[in-house]
């Protein structure tokens, strides 16, 4: 990223980044903001304390809720950050780059507080899914294999991570680099997701194992409406 425009980031969103609600905060940003993301949707809510480090690289679809605390560093080269529409980041969600990265969050997805998503490594979280607060997701490895040497300086191995649509990752899940959690999958809470999980699984533990099919133990819907969540988010955190 060129530094001009480095600084003419820094400049908006040092200028209009800490505008809160009551001020008309997330309207303005709504605006202002078209000159410095890639693409910005209708309606989309910035809550005041987000951090954007080259935003020119993401895109976000119509009403997107980014709330307080949420980083996105896509600093380096080659980065592409793609929120579909409807996508709801919590408090303190961290999405990082570094180079040749494309991190996409489709539709209607919900990431808790907390959470992080990190490359450098291509991840895809699908639609509908809900990560739970603290959650991780790493797509890369550090290599350590010479003892001689740091394991700073060693580099790293990427291969991705997928997520299928309509996943649940319970409380601190972490997902590791290479894995796929197949659609409609519920992972428990703290469990490390270590290899692929097939679609409509239920899996706990460390590392994760399959415990349940859905399609062969499911039991039919009830509770809570997914689109209540970020109605919540919403009227408790202004
Ligand atoms: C996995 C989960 C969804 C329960 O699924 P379930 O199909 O109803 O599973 P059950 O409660 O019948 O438990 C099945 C077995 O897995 C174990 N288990 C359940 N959740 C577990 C977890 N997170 N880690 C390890 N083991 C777990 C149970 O102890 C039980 O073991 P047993 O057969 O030896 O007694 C639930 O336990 C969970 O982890 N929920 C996440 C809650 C959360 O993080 N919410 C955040 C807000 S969205």
């Not at 505008?19 to 809510?45: C, D, E, M, Q, W």
């Not at 991780?136 to 700073?152: D, K, L, Q, S």
Request: with cysteine; hydrophobic share 40%.
């Amino acid at each position: 990223m060129n530094k001009l425009k480095r600084f003419y980031e820094l400049l908006i969103t040092t200028l209009f980044g800490a505008i809160p609600t009551l001020f008309l905060g997330p309207k303005l940003r709504n605006v202002i903001y078209r000159t410095i993301f890639a693409r910005l949707g209708k309606s989309v809510y910035i809550q005041d304390g987000v951090e954007l480090v080259n935003a020119y690289c993401a895109e976000i679809g119509d009403g997107v809720h980014i709330f307080r605390g949420v980083r996105f560093n896509a600093a380096g080269e080659n980065n592409h950050i793609r929120l579909e529409s409807g996508v709801a980041l919590e408090r303190n969600v961290d999405i990082g780059c570094l180079d040749h990265t494309n991190i996409t969050i489709k539709k209607g997805t919900f990431i808790g507080s907390d959470v992080c998503i990190t490359g450098p490594g291509d991840i895809v979280i699908g639609e509908r899914c809900l990560i739970a607060a603290h959650c991780g997701i790493y797509a890369n490895n550090h290599r350590f294999h010479n003892i001689e040497e740091p394991i700073t300086v060693q580099g790293i191995s990427r291969k991705g991570i997928v997520i299928e649509d309509d996943c649940w990752l319970g409380h601190a899940v972490t997902v590791l680099d290479g894995v796929t959690i197949g659609k409609g999958s519920v992972i428990g809470a703290g469990a490390v997701v270590t290899k692929d999980i097939p679609p409509y699984s239920v899996a706990v533990g460390v590392p994760a194992k399959v415990i349940k099919n859905r399609l062969v133990d499911g039991e039919p819907n009830q509770g809570i409406k997914f689109s209540d969540l970020v109605k919540q988010s919403l009227t408790t955190s202004n």
